[in-house]
């Protein structure tokens, strides 16, 4: 079964530093997705980006991120400037067709910790 | 905005028992509501969805049973075996946009 791919598994950086996180989305899936989860806690939406750009991002999706599919696999996060409060899990997800309710798939996560 | 309710945050069950997690959403024009299950470390796992034309899906011990009325859904888990445990998640899905709104989880721990 396809499944959405995330490198790396656990990324450590200082405080300040810039982060990339990556993402494979499932090959035939249109809508990509970032979610974080600090430890403990829920879920949370951070953006969503269909046709090369972000249709949709939450408050915490602020200047210090962006998104950016660089070729036909990837899709990556990008964190500038990281914070202590940054660190969490980063689950990419991927679903299959545009529009509402399509199950959306997700990765097994980039643990990020900023020290 | 959005916000979904879940209830309970720990649930413990003797092996082979039932168990119910329940959720209430705030948004009307919510149309789909999965459920993911989250073991320590993993993905989230998505287990069963129903959307809004929809009162009840099943799927072996799994089901889901949706009342849009009074914007409940809920997840039911019967012949419950020590590998159902884990943290379990509903989620809503708006009409506006793509976004999954998630609850706090549910703890649920099978007892042998």
């Known amino acids: 079964e396809p499944e959405v791919t995330q490198t790396p598994s656990h990324q450590v950086t200082q405080m300040g530093q810039e982060v990339i996180l990556r993402c494979v989305p499932i090959s035939n899936h249109l809508y990509f997705y970032w979610y974080r989860q600090i430890l403990g806690q829920k879920v949370e939406f951070l953006v969503s980006?269909?046709?090369?750009?972000?249709?949709?991002k939450s408050e915490i999706f602020d200047d210090q991120f962006s998104v950016e599919r660089p070729d036909g696999s990837n899709f990556t996060l990008k964190i500038r400037s990281t914070k202590l409060e940054d660190s969490a899990m980063y689950f990419c997800?991927?679903?299959?067709?545009?529009?509402?309710?399509?199950?959306?798939?997700f990765g097994d996560g980039t643990r990020l910790s900023i020290l | 905005g959005e916000n979904v309710e879940q209830h309970p945050s720990t649930l413990s069950v003797q092996e082979g028992d039932s168990a119910v997690i329940k959720c209430t959403y705030s948004d009307s024009a919510s149309n789909y509501f999965p459920w993911y299950k989250q073991e320590l470390g993993k993905r989230p796992q998505l287990i069963i969805d129903i959307r809004s034309n929809v009162g009840e899906k099943k799927d072996q011990r799994i089901a889901v049973t949706l009342n849009k009325t009074a914007k409940h859904f809920s997840l039911h888990i019967t012949e419950t075996q020590p590998e159902d445990s884990a943290v379990y998640f509903c989620?809503?899905?708006?009409?506006?946009?793509?976004?999954?709104?998630f609850g706090t989880g549910t703890q649920l721990k099978v007892e042998l």
């Open positions: 989620a809503f899905h708006t009409g506006g946009g793509n976004k999954l709104t």
């Open positions: 980006f269909y046709n090369n750009e972000i249709s949709e």
């Open positions: 997800a991927s679903s299959e067709e545009a529009g509402g309710s399509q199950p959306q798939h």
